[in-house]
T-cell receptor, first 115, second 110 residues
Framework: GAGVSQSPRYKVAKRGQDVALRCDPI?????LFWYQQALGQGPEFLTY????????KSGLPSDRFFAERPEGSVSTLKIQRTQQEDSAVYLC?????????????FGEGSRLTVL | GQNIDQPTEMTATEGAIVQINCTYQ??????LFWYQQHAGEAPTFLSY????GLEEKGRFSSFLSRSKGYSYLLLKELQMKDSASYLC???????????FGAGTTVTVRA
């Protein structure tokens, strides 16, 4: 596609439910990132994939968070047993290459609200 | 870890100039980025600096001083559509991950 596509755009979950957020990066982009953005804050790094390999998951806040990119394109961020503090916008970004000058292209995000 | 500071809010008049400062303390440095984010939308890339000096791109310019851990984004000839949040982000020595500041909300008034 022309840009990074994320779905759903909006998700309301009851506390304790599991949710899955999908990211379709720009075709051919090697690097894929997930960020969490709370209201009025900048994006916070969650995890990084290079192709299908998850090279960094240091930002995942707990073991309830899990991400995968099995074929090196589409990625899914799964949150189990959601809590109210998980409410945020989850941004996916992709990049053609890593390293200097490799700008990130962001999707519009999935806004998760946990009641 | 990263420590990236930028002002929370700025207000300016249409046609004027606004300068958004960003200071950072990082373990290693591999580039500084500025992104624009309108409410409810995706951040979009504005500029990238890795060497000291000024990078100019139309109405937007970005400056970097690595020795001072300092950057600014200069917005000239402000337009109403420039009202947005501006995010400063630093790539440290790991060569892939961006760490973001909290963003500066710029409001342009007629």
């Amino acid at each position: 596609g022309a840009g990074v596509s994320q779905s759903p755009r909006y998700k309301v979950a009851k506390r304790g439910q599991d949710v899955a957020l999908r990211c379709d990066p720009i075709s051919g982009h090697v690097s894929l990132f997930w960020y969490q953005q709370a209201l009025g804050q900048g994006p916070e790094f969650l995890t990084y994939f290079q192709n299908e390999a998850q090279l960094d998951k240091s930002g995942l806040p707990s073991d309830r968070f899990f991400a995968e990119r099995p074929e090196g394109s589409v990625s899914t961020l799964k949150i189990q047993r959601t809590q109210q503090e998980d409410s945020a916008v989850y941004l996916c970004a992709s990049s053609f290459r890593q390293g200097q000058g490799g700008e990130l292209f962001f999707g519009e995000g999935s806004r998760l609200t946990v009641l | 870890g990263q420590n990236i500071d930028q002002p929370t809010e700025m207000t300016a008049t249409e046609g004027a100039i606004v300068q958004i400062n960003c200071t950072y303390q990082t373990s290693g440095f591999n580039g500084l980025f500025w992104y624009q984010q309108h409410a409810g939308e995706a951040p979009t890339f504005l500029s990238y600096n890795v060497l000291d000096g000024l990078e100019e791109k139309g109405r937007f310019s970005s400056f970097l001083s690595r020795s001072k851990g300092y950057s600014y984004l200069l917005l000239k000839e402000l337009q109403m559509k420039d009202s947005a949040s501006y995010l400063c982000a630093v790539r440290d020595g790991n060569d892939y991950k961006l760490s973001f500041g909290a963003g500066t909300t710029v409001t342009v008034r007629a």
